[in-house]
């Protein structure tokens, strides 16, 4: 939130869980209303068509990739 980021979109198995852990940690019970990012999950996509999903976003602005 501090740099900018307006969504966080993941890639791969098991990315529903990971978008649930990260909205839980982010958003939290939705008390304080500034603690925002929009999450996506993309389990049958590949990595390209999810970073062209994500370059559309908002303008597309910054993209940028992060393995884990």
């Known amino acids: ?6 969504l966080i979109a993941i890639a791969g198995a098991g990315a529903a869980d990971i978008e649930e852990t990260i909205d839980d940690i982010i958003v939290g019970d939705g008390f304080e209303t500034d603690r ?9 996509q590949s ?20 393995r884990f």
């Open 1 to 6: 939130m501090r740099d900018g980021v307006r």
């Open 36 to 44: 925002f990012i929009a999450t996506t999950s993309h389990e049958d």
């Open 47 to 66: 990595i390209e068509e999810v970073m062209e999903f994500a370059s559309s976003w908002d303008g597309g602005s910054s993209v940028r990739e992060e």
